[in-house]
Nanobody
């Protein structure tokens, strides 16, 4: 079975940075599309970033644009999310997502993905 395992979350002060990782395993074909979502208590799950296999198409939600950077290493099947200038509004459980897809489409909607990690907590507080 395909498994996605997030790591790198924690408690940080406003303005700090974190780097999340998501290791994928158990797949039999290349994962063409990977993304990051987050869900704060009482709120809907929000798609914040997507990246295609080659990295030729990257998409961000307005809430994280210019602060977060998604990247991937296809040699070790890992996707990353570099988060800079964190704000308390970024506090949420962050989920990694993937889909076996091809082409250059890269959505930030739940329907655009089919495999999910269990999440890692990010808390930004002073």
């Amino acid at each position: 079975q395909v498994q996605l395992v997030e790591s790198g979350g924690g408690l940080v002060r406003p303005g700090a940075s974190l780097r999340l990782s998501c290791a994928a395993s158990g797949f039999t074909q290349t994962i063409g599309r990977m993304g990051w979502f987050r869900q704060a208590p009482g709120k809907e799950r929000e798609g914040i970033a997507c990246i295609t296999f080659s990295g030729s198409n990257i998409r961000y939600a307005d809430s994280v644009k210019d602060r977060f950077t998604i990247s991937r290493n296809n040699d070790n099947n890992t996707v990353y999310l570099q988060m800079n200038n964190l704000d308390p509004a970024d506090t949420a459980v962050y989920y990694c997502a993937a889909k076996f897809a091809y082409g250059n489409m890269c959505p930030t909607t739940r329907s655009g993905f089919e495999h999910w990690g269990l999440g890692t907590q990010v808390t930004v507080s002073s």
